[in-house]
């Protein structure tokens, strides 16, 4: 059983940056793929930015490619989300998850993830 806990979330005004981590225990970090996913209110939970095991191959979602960056350290057990040149549109709650399936072709589907930290709210203010 892998437990995720997010931290960095908060209030920041357009343009601005933040730095979201997310914190892996119970299980061998390596063995999963990551994912960053946010949520807003009445809307379904949506892709965000992908890593693989390795941390080589990233993906991210056209609206934040560009901005946003992932990047992983396994020796941590930490998954990380930089992200710059915020938008009010990039307002949500931010979930990171593991697969230990992941793959690239499902990287984005966010019923292949088997488990899910409790999520940390970005609000970016205009």
């Known amino acids: 059983q892998v437990q995720l806990v997010e931290s960095g979330g908060g209030l920041v005004q357009a343009g601005g940056s933040l730095r979201l981590s997310c914190a892996a225990s119970?299980?061998?970090?390596?063995?999963?793929?990551m994912g960053w996913f946010r949520q807003t209110p009445g809307e379904e939970r949506e892709f965000v930015a992908a890593i693989s095991r390795s941390g080589l191959r990233t993906y991210y979602a056209d609206s934040v490619k560009g901005r946003f960056t992932i990047s992983r350290g396994n020796a941590e057990n930490t998954v990380t989300l930089q992200m710059n040149s915020l938008k009010p549109e990039d307002t949500a709650v931010y979930f990171c998850?593991?697969?230990?399936?992941?793959?690239?072709?499902?990287?984005?589907?966010?019923?292949?993830?088997?488990?899910w930290g409790q999520g940390t709210q970005v609000t970016v203010s205009s």
């Open positions: 998850a593991a697969d230990r399936q992941w793959s690239s072709g499902s990287y984005s589907m966010r019923g292949e993830y088997d488990y």
């Open positions: 119970g299980g061998t970090f390596s063995n999963y793929g």
